[in-house]
């Protein structure tokens, strides 16, 4: 990734920030209490319930149920397919701070029925693991990993109001926290994520699960490759999309997200339907060569993108200017048309940065009146009002052209060109020694 453009953008304190997230902590003083007094030591109990329930452990507060104790590995796996895995144990009184959290943080101790003591490295959440509890309030876990494509690991907890979970898992499975209708705080803490949802278009949150803003850098870290249909189409996903390898991104994927900017690098070769539909966008940033198809309401119901930058040009660049483009298109021309947005009419000025090494408009990306269906038009073409913008705005300094549009007949100039220098560019001076 280009560190100059993270810096102009403004995505590099946005990698590696929890910032946003950590006001998200400060939950109710009640579960608050479970980070200065947790049990860390639980009793392993044989107990053969079915073909799959080998046994159950116990702090003193809760009973779960466990399908694969592996003491030599330091594992425990969980399930739910069978009936209810966890059963509340405590005689606390019912306002106890600790009466409903469900704590698994490391370090974990599991005492066996020998009595030997085993450090739990990774516990693992199968189908439906922690689902249907009513008594369960807050959940803790950060050594978790998931059962290959089982789904709503904690699912229909009708009072879970809190929910912290990170590991190594490399994926997050669909209908993950389904169904939490009092679920308020997430957070995440999956570094090795690469893909997220499900193939059959599940998200992560599913329904009935309204949880405050989540900071999409703990959840979609820069290194996911894949996000599936509708993977986190929620508004409260917010904060800076960066995906520096991402390979496929599926229809909706982020809809209605409450993004701010967006970095997108990789081998992604299509942008689906929807995918940042109704978002919040203002800056765009695209380091995709392999980028050959876009659909046409891949950026529909924008009122926000105002920076669109090319940093290598696409295969098909005439499809990605003139989508996004569409993004924030008003209904008239460059300087007259805008959003109102909260209150405030904000004009259309909206850039498109290209580097014009990376990309010279060929004749059929250039309009003229036997091609209407193109989209470019040069400097010379600008007009006495483009002149007075660019002459006003520092940022329209190096404007080469301006991205136009026929609509029911008529021309519409929709957004500037300007020329920014790519680290892609082919270099200047070379010296050669023979």
């Not at 929709?414 to 050669?432: E, T």
């Amino acid at each position: 990734m280009n560190t100059t453009t993270e810096k102009q953008m403004g995505f590099a304190p946005f990698h590696h920030s929890w910032g946003g997230l950590c006001r998200l902590i400060l939950g109710s003083l009640c579960l608050g209490a479970v980070f200065t007094a947790r049990a860390t030591e639980w009793t392993y109990t044989p107990e053969k319930e079915n073909p799959n329930i080998i046994g159950t452990i116990t702090d003193g507060q809760w009973t779960l149920k466990v399908t694969e104790f592996d003491k030599a590995n330091g594992v425990l796996k969980f399930a739910n397919w069978w009936g209810h895995s966890i059963i509340k144990a405590w005689t606390a009184p019912a306002d106890s701070a600790l009466s409903g959290v469900l704590d698994l943080r490391s370090p974990l101790t599991v005492v066996d029925e020998a009595g030997a003591r085993h450090a739990i490295a990774n516990v693992v959440a199968g189908q439906s693991a922690f689902t249907g509890s009513s008594d369960l309030v807050a959940l803790y876990c950060d050594i978790l990993s998931f059962n290959g494509k089982d789904t709503s690991q904690f699912a229909s907890n009708p009072n879970l109001m809190r929910i912290e979970i990170g590991g190594d898992a490399d994926s997050l499975e669909g209908l993950l926290l389904n169904r939490n209708p009092k679920l308020k705080t997430v957070k995440f803490d999956f570094p090795a994520v690469r893909s997220i949802g499900s193939s059959n278009g599940q998200g992560i949150f599913g329904t009935q699960t309204s949880p405050d803003p989540i900071d999409v850098g703990t959840i979609a870290v820069p290194s996911v490759t894949n996000l599936f249909n509708y993977a986190l189409n929620r508004s409260c996903i917010v904060g800076n999309l960066v995906l520096t390898n991402i390979v496929s991104m599926g229809t909706g994927a982020f809809n209605g997200a409450s993004l701010t900017n967006l970095f997108l690098a990789g081998s992604l070769t299509k942008l689906n339907d929807n995918v940042f539909k109704g978002s919040t966008i203002t800056n765009v940033v695209l380091d995709l060569p392999e980028l050959a198809e876009v659909s046409n309401k891949a950026f529909s119901d924008q009122k926000y993108i105002r920076r669109l930058e090319l940093v290598r040009t696409p295969a098909d660049m005439g499809q990605v200017t003139n989508v996004i483009a569409a993004a924030a298109w008003g209904t008239t021309n460059l300087g007259e048309n805008g959003y109102l947005v909260s209150g405030k009419w904000l004009p259309n000025n909206l850039r498109i940065y290209v580097s014009k090494r990376q990309w010279v408009p060929s004749a059929a990306e250039t309009y003229s009146a036997e091609n209407p269906t193109g989209f470019f038009l040069g400097a010379g073409t600008f007009t006495a009002k483009e002149k007075q913008m660019i002459a006003a705005d520092p940022t329209l300094r190096r404007a080469f052209g301006v991205c136009v549009r026929v609509v029911n007949g008529t021309l519409k100039r929709r957004a500037f060109f300007v020329h920014k220098k790519s680290p892609y560019d082919n270099g200047g001076l070379s010296i050669i020694i023979r």
